[in-house]
T-cell receptor
Framework: AQSVSQHNHHVILSEAASLELGCNYSYGGTVNLFWYVQYPGQHLQLLLK??????LVKGIKGFEAEFIKSKFSFNLRKPSVQWSDTAEYFC??????????FGKGTMLLVSP | AAGVIQSPRHLIKEKRETATLKCYPIPRHDTVYWYQQGPGQDPQFLIS???????DKGSIPDRFSAQQFSDYHSELNMSSLELGDSALYFC?????????????FGPGTRLTVT
């Protein structure tokens, strides 16, 4: 069975600080990897995804993530966060067309 | 671009009542997924449908049932509601035939059971 582990449950940063959210997954086969963001009171929005190819993927709003197969990791990064990035971030994995398995989420609070 | 539509957005029910949640996938998407997100929790998969047939089943209670109709919309029926059913229920859709394979989420239905 697939599982996803997000390293931090809560992260507090000041504006302009750099962000890195850790995500590790457990699955023996080929996986698709996703980061979703959930702004307060809103639905899940796809930030970026990795299916194959270049392991460094760029998403919306200046976010990027790097797939490191040997470490089973897919960490999310942003060089300079903004107050509007305050949200909960979920790493998710599936294989093929299967359902998504989510991590527990990381709540990011950016102080102005 | 068209998105996943869910109705109602908010629903308040009493214990032991029934509820029906509706999901309208993105046009031409053939797969629908239902997830439940409890307060402060990550989304948990309930059930999915591909081409109107159940394709996968997760942690869906026996009191819940779902189906996908000929127009690809889906309904989640919940009976004998319990306080613990209070949650945000997301529907997502994807296109299994030819992709894109990522799931696009609707705004969710917030169910409160009192």
């Amino acid at each position: 069975a697939q599982s996803v582990s997000q390293h931090n449950h809560h992260v507090i940063l000041s504006e302009a600080a750099s962000l890195e959210l850790g995500c590790n997954y457990s699955y023996g086969g080929t996986v698709n990897l996703f980061w979703y963001v959930q702004y307060p009171g809103q639905h899940l929005q796809l930030l970026l995804k990795y299916f194959s190819g270049d392991p460094l993927v760029k998403g919306i709003k200046g976010f990027e993530a790097e797939f490191i197969k040997s470490k089973f990791s897919f960490n999310l990064r942003k060089p300079s966060v903004q107050w509007s990035d305050t949200a909960e971030y979920f790493c998710a994995v599936n294989s093929g067309y299967s359902t998504l398995t989510f991590g527990k989420g990381t709540m990011l609070l950016v102080s102005p | 671009a068209a998105g996943v539509i869910q109705s109602p957005r908010h629903l308040i029910k009493e214990k032991r009542e029934t509820a029906t949640l509706k999901c309208y996938p993105i046009p031409r998407h053939d797969t629908v997924y239902w997830y439940q997100q409890g307060p402060g929790q990550d989304p948990q998969f309930l059930i999915s449908f591909y081409e109107k047939m159940q394709s996968d089943k997760g942690s869906i209670p026996d009191r819940f049932s779902a189906q996908q109709f000929s127009d690809y919309h889906s309904e989640l029926n919940m009976s004998s509601l319990e306080l613990g059913d209070s949650a945000l229920y997301f529907c997502a859709s994807s296109q299994k035939t030819g992709g894109p394979y990522e799931q696009y989420f609707g705004p969710g239905t917030r169910l409160t059971v009192t």
